[in-house]
């Protein structure tokens, strides 16, 4: 029976990410299709975005939006609660899920926005006539579509985690598995990877390599020894783990997005051909030596970001102090804080060295190899996929656990 319970969690999964696959295949009906690929493909921001966030923006789609909105917000709010301010810790589940949900939909509204005005040139009229003016509602149409497929995977993914395995970070899978080969294939736009079969069989070589390598890593951690004077059992003897990539795979879903960034507002605005235009083009340029210097230092501020939100310092503290728990030689409060961030900038800044490797070396083989570049945002996406796997698997270990769990023999 508690087997049971376990393959009912794992179908429940199966049948949502199915879900999911299937509207990420559903062209919207207001876009022509073949107008709408040859518009995105030349927007390497809006495809790099889609391949780090599990969603599908090389085509307008139900779900192309994916989990993107629902992850931002998420961001957003731990960001919030890691100020530690009284009044939002204080607030109860109904109201910080209620909150999550409207910056869930503000962040939606914003990206679908993005989405419209890039294929609005793709877009099938849809005339109807009001007081003697015609409107076309295509634009609007799109938009309220990809805005509730939005919402509606925000919605699988809480029922995901409440009845399934993985969380909410699994809804992200399909369309990180689906867009890797674009992504080995076009990587930052500037460098074509043809998919031949030694290419492939590179790739795959590599893959295997990285991703021994990465789940070693990811799961590699510090263990600072905690002094637990209320418990007198072996449980006295704990510790407070601060893994080493304390921000996990979180920098690589967002630095290449924030580092194209600019280009595609160069691109689209009164700066493309001016002076300043030219200057952020050029630090944005992966294949300078500027735009080396700005995506390391992209990816060290993530890292130290996502971090601190991983670990929280502050906030393990206080709650070190109300329980009585406490690290030899160390007093509780402010000492403690201290003492936990001090490690903290310590392991995350050997954590973001990693990190760098990871996503600047690539780049500075392209001078050696051709399509070596390329494999930055591959490796950061296959980095992310084994990150979830990682937690889902823990998580199936600790459910196989639960439920074999006999209070008497």
């Known amino acids: 029976m508690n087997n049971h319970s376990l393959i009912k969690r794992c179908l429940w999964t199966l049948f949502l990410v199915a879900i999911l696959a299937a509207g990420q295949q559903m062209i919207l009906p207001s876009v022509d299709a073949l107008a709408a690929g040859k518009v995105l493909a030349k927007g390497s921001f809006l495809q790099i975005f889609g391949s780090a966030t599990g969603g599908r923006l090389s085509m307008p789609t139900l779900f192309s939006l994916g989990l993107s909105p629902y992850m931002t917000s998420m961001i ?9 301010i009284s009044s939002i810790n204080g607030l109860s589940m109904r109201r910080t899920g209620i909150i999550q949900r409207i910056i869930t939909l503000v962040i ?4 679908a926005w993005g989405l419209v005005l890039t294929v609005h040139v793709a877009l099938k009229p849809m005339p109807i006539s009001l007081f003697e003016y015609t409107y076309d509602l295509s634009p609007l149409f799109t938009g309220l579509v990809l805005v509730a497929g939005a919402m509606m995977v925000a919605w699988l993914a809480d029922v995901n985690n409440d009845k399934g395995i993985g969380s909410t970070v699994i809804m992200i899978v399909p369309g990180l598995v689906i867009n890797m080969p674009s992504t080995l294939s076009r990587g930052w736009g500037g ?3 043809a998919l031949t079969p030694n290419h492939l069989l590179i790739a795959g070589i590599v893959a295997v390599l990285f991703t021994y390598v990465a789940v070693f890593l990811y799961q590699a ?4 020894k905690l002094q637990r004077p209320m418990l007198e059992s072996d449980y006295s003897n704990s510790y ?15 630095s290449t997005s924030l580092f194209s960034l600019p280009q595609f507002l160069v691109r689209g605005t009164g700066l493309n051909g001016t002076a300043a235009g030219a200057a952020i083009m050029s630090w944005t340029d992966y294949r ?19 971090g601190y939100m991983s670990t929280r ?27 936990l961030t001090r490690h903290f900038f310590i392991i995350c800044t050997f954590g973001n060295l990693i990190e760098i490797v990871i996503g600047v070396v690539p780049l500075l083989l392209e001078n050696v190899y051709h399509g070596a570049a390329n494999f930055s945002l591959f490796l950061g996406n296959l980095f992310i996929v084994v990150t979830i796997f990682d937690t889902i698997m823990q998580q199936f270990r600790a459910l196989r656990s639960k439920y074999q769990y006999r209070l008497f023999a």
């Open 221 to 224: 951690e510090l263990r600072l």
């Open 313 to 339: 310092p502050t906030q393990t503290a206080k709650s070190l102090k109300y329980s009585g728990d406490y690290f030899f030689g160390v007093a509780p409060g402010d000492a403690t804080e201290r003492f």
């Open 76 to 84: 957003v709010w731990s960001a919030i609660q890691s100020l530690d």
């Open 191 to 193: 460098t074509t990877y």
């Open 108 to 111: 939606a509204i914003l990206q």
């Open 240 to 254: 407070v783990p601060m893994k080493l990539l304390t921000a996990g795979a979180m920098p690589f879903m967002f």
């Open 288 to 306: 300078s030596w500027r735009g080396l210097v700005l995506y390391a230092l992209v990816l060290t501020l993530l890292g130290y970001a996502f």
